[in-house]
């Protein structure tokens, strides 16, 4: 192909048609633009589409993710609700003293706290690797970061102020209850601790606080 145009050019010089020669070399230069401009845009699609197949296999990955978050707070949607049963028969005033005095969890139900994890490995993986490729991907993404940066802050969030209740409550207990020591070392039989929790009206209003913020932080969040 460059024997032909070189020969093209060489007729023309020696026939002194330089004009012509000067539009056949524009054309030639424009031909030449213009097949760079082509080779380009194919390696930039190509890259483009390497890349959009790349972000499939992540997005598939963290389709995996979520589905494995979704199996672990189903198991705890159950230990909510499990609990959630126990605060309203304290409530209600269901238990009796010899439940107090068989059943442990009833002396500490008030201070327990799992803090919310949400697995975020790939999604990770996702954006380290994440080259805007389009409209569509993009919004893909900003689902994705609402999805997974708006449910840690909230599940962070709500953690904080259950524990800073937890905290608190303990620390009243430490100060004000003598008996809060035997509980601690395992004696689940003291008069004084039970009759607190059977009769005394404040403790009914710290197992409603308690409920309020546990739902909050475990159950609101994870049965919507």
């Known amino acids: 192909m460059s024997i ?14 330089f004009f012509r020669y000067i539009k056949y070399a524009f054309g030639e230069i424009i031909l030449v633009v213009l ?8 390696n930039n699609w190509y890259n483009q589409r390497i890349n959009e197949l790349d972000l499939i296999t992540k997005l598939e990955q963290v389709e995996d993710e979520l589905i494995e978050n979704i199996k672990r707070w189903d198991i705890q ?17 269901k238990y009796t003293k010899s439940d107090y005095q068989k059943k442990r969890n009833l002396h500490s139900i008030t201070n327990f706290a799992i803090e919310g994890r949400i697995l ?22 900003y689902n994705l970061d609402l999805l997974y940066n708006g449910a840690e802050r909230t599940l962070e969030t709500d953690f904080r102020r259950l524990m800073e209740s ?16 035997e509980n601690v070392l395992g004696s689940f039989n003291s008069e004084r601790a039970i009759d607190y929790y059977l009769n005394d009206p404040l403790y009914l209003n710290r197992v409603l606080r308690y409920r309020e913020l546990w739902y909050s932080n475990q159950g609101r969040r994870i049965m919507a």
């Open 4 to 17: 032909f145009f070189r020969k093209i050019r060489r007729d023309l010089i020696v026939k002194s048609q």
């Open 35 to 42: 097949g760079i401009l082509i080779a380009l845009y194919i």
């Open 77 to 93: 949607i159950e230990t909510v609700r499990r609990r959630d049963s126990v605060l309203l028969n304290i409530i209600r005033k």
């Open 120 to 141: 975020r490995v790939n999604y990770e993986k996702f954006l380290a690797d994440y080259k805007s490729p389009g409209t569509k991907m993009d919004s893909i993404k």
């Open 166 to 181: 937890v905290d608190n409550y303990k620390g009243e207990l430490i100060r004000t209850k003598p008996w809060y020591s």
